[in-house]
């Protein structure tokens, strides 16, 4: 991304705090943290159509950004890998044995859940 598209998603996410925490009324900490020069103290700031949808583009370059180099930043480790396939392996060996089901659970009719507490109260 271009130095210009990353300081607008940084003064966006500075004016977020403005409409979160200040009802879109300007105030100092967003002054100083942004160096917005376009803006007064207390004066209410509104977005335009154009602006969200230039800061969603934004937003979903820096998420392409992050999943196409994701492994990059935080290379995979093999072990983790190898033991999620491992059980995978053993589980889909137990399915096609049939050793692995589980015993069937059959719910009770409200009336027999009822009789099961004992003061004869409704369990709900």
Known sequence: MKDDE??????????RHVYEHNGGEVDQRYLDASGDKSVRLK???H?????AHKLLGSLLKMARNIHNGFHEI???????????EGKNARMAKLDQSGAAKPPEL??????ELARDVPDGSDPA
Do not use: N, W
């Open 6 to 15: 990353c300081d607008t998603v940084a003064l966006m996410f500075c004016r």
């Open 47 to 51: 977005e335009t159509k154009e602006a």
């Open 74 to 84: 935080f290379p995979p480790i093999s072990g983790p890998i190898k033991a999620y």
């Open 106 to 111: 059959k719910s009770k009719p409200p009336d």
């Open 43 to 45: 004066q209410h700031i």
